[in-house]
């Protein structure tokens, strides 16, 4: 795959560090993943046990993750279903609410428009100023939003979490960033038309685990865990989820330390030149004039960046660990 | 919980030793779980590395896991898509297929009926005799079955799925537990309308893991992997699926040493009285007039095994590892 056409494929989603290393064969090893907003420091309790992999997951302990993760959210065990990964909720929601019509504040994840299209149902991106009026059946917010960090206040969400419900439309918050802005979460709210989404794999730096929650009225909780069937995460979700929700010191250290290194970065990226648009203390968005060569510049160099296709000059940097960025302060001086 | 609640929950699904350890507080741990039929003596190949854990599954790794799945099939990876479990798949099929009625050969797995029904499709459990002349939009066989193992052959599922795809019908075959009779299985069979799920965790003996495989026409393999997205399974499940299905040698080895270990436990069950109906090399349906005595008092043992609320002189038991035959053997004779 020459440069042009890696450059496509990495438009669509992080990750993918098998393709980058075919597209750049000679790039130094190993890759610098900072094409997603995963936390490079994760939480480090135990896995699952051996003997977990060998059984089914028991019933009983997926239900001790829900009340863990519940209470780390302000939110109550009926109204919090897990799943692996907020992506396997994403996809599954336009098949639950049954709407003829979306609206999804935009630009935004992709996985959103995708999946409702995908479903069918007439989906329109609209600005962040039309959100409160929106006549769609369902309105999608990410909050913050993913690539350039845009935050929604839970005062505004409320409102129209509360306004919607009492239309009977739906107001999906997608809180999968959240955990760098915890204030303005609305995971705990009680509105039968809220929709919550939380993502376990991006904070606490564990994707590969695949685990997600979706925060909703408990007669939607019940129609989702039919649709997921009985043993919807594996055994280190179970595992790990439980013992990382339950880990408050180390949420409260992380955020921290997040946002510490989040600054390390802008001041890196200033220096070459970019401007730094926003983001959270995961990833931060930028601009540049160059935004296709810095991209590729950086796989030269071993360094997986996000382009995106409807911002020609944006570039996304997830947030490195300390350790990685005298590697990502050599190849931006390096550009030219 | 007291005996008669806890045997109407053993009767939905296996596993659940939570609820029994609860249930039959003084009975000697570790509990022994014959309540499913999962190999407890699984493929011990190396999980996936840490690293794995803190990023988004690369894409590429799905499709090689897919592609070594797809081989011990005799399938193409066109053909494979990875779920997290068979149970995944089961649950998403009467979304994908759209379809007004189906007919189960049963009594068979549960979660079939249930899938079906929660999806508003007309369902009907027939007979095995009727299954040739299923007027239904699909018709699902599991095979062998679970419970009784009661074997279709690969010839008229062959012709099962060539009449119906010439009539716009489907045919779903559940080959959950086929890895005991491989000669049986129709995973390399290509007709438009057949469907064939594949289980990981229960030949493999990692039902924690969390893997399965559907088997279908690749437009349709094309839209059920759009309603799991990018990332359907976990790195577990990524590292040990693409080990063991590479791993022929296990698989051999593992076939001929179940039905050993099968004939064992027949014969324990036989001298204690149990009418051996069937099965597969991973569980044994067994016929006694005193099933509900037998259940608890194996309980009482630390022993579950599985009752049926369709067939209350029927247990199941699990087929359990050689080291533990002589606990279950003290267990049958103590009965009284």
């Not at 989603?13 to 393709?19: R, S």
């Not at 190993?30 to 135990?46: A, H, K, Q």
């Not at 070459?272 to 160059?290: D, K, Q």
Request: proline share 7%; hydrophobic share 45%.
């Amino acid at each position: 795959m020459h440069d042009a056409a890696f450059l496509t494929t990495a438009t669509r989603h992080g990750g993918g560090l098998m393709k980058a290393a075919a597209a750049y064969p000679d790039a130094p090893r190993p890759w610098l993943d900072l094409s997603t907003g995963i936390n490079p420091e994760p939480w480090r309790g135990p896995r699952a046990p051996e003997e977990a992999l060998n059984r089914l997951p028991d019933p009983g302990a997926l239900g001790a993750l829900e009340a863990v993760a519940a209470a780390a959210f302000g939110a109550t065990p009926d109204r919090t279903a897990a799943t692996a990964g907020a992506e396997a909720a994403i996809r599954l929601l336009p098949l639950l609410l049954g709407v003829r019509s979306v609206e999804i504040v935009g630009p935004t994840y992709g996985a959103h428009a995708e999946s409702w299209r995908a479903a069918g149902v007439a989906t329109r991106l609209i600005a962040a100023d039309q959100a409160a009026v929106s006549p769609a059946g369902v309105l999608v917010i990410v909050n913050p939003n993913n690539p350039d960090g845009r935050l929604t206040r839970r005062a505004d969400l409320i409102a129209m979490a509360r306004a919607r419900s009492a239309e009977g439309r739906w107001l999906v918050v997608d809180e999968s960033f959240i955990e760098c802005t915890p204030e303005e979460s609305v995971s705990d709210v009680v509105e039968p038309g809220l929709i919550v989404l939380r993502s376990f794999g991006k904070f606490y730096g564990l994707a590969g685990v695949r685990l997600g929650f979706t925060l909703a009225a408990p007669e939607l909780v019940v129609r989702l865990r039919a649709l997921l069937g009985d043993w919807p995460v594996g055994a280190d979700a179970l595992a790990m989820g439980r013992g990382a929700y339950a880990d408050r010191a180390w949420r409260g250290r992380t955020a921290t330390a997040l946002i510490a290194r989040a600054h390390g970065l802008d001041s890196l990226l200033a220096r070459a030149g970019f401007e730094v648009l926003g983001g959270t203390s995961l990833f931060r968005m930028t601009r540049t004039p160059h935004a296709t060569r810095w991209f590729q510049h950086l796989c030269r160099a071993g360094i997986l960046t996000r382009p995106f296709d409807h911002s020609p000059d944006a570039l996304r940097f997830g947030v490195p660990a300390e350790r990685d960025l005298p590697r990502l302060a050599r190849a931006l001086e390096a550009f030219s």
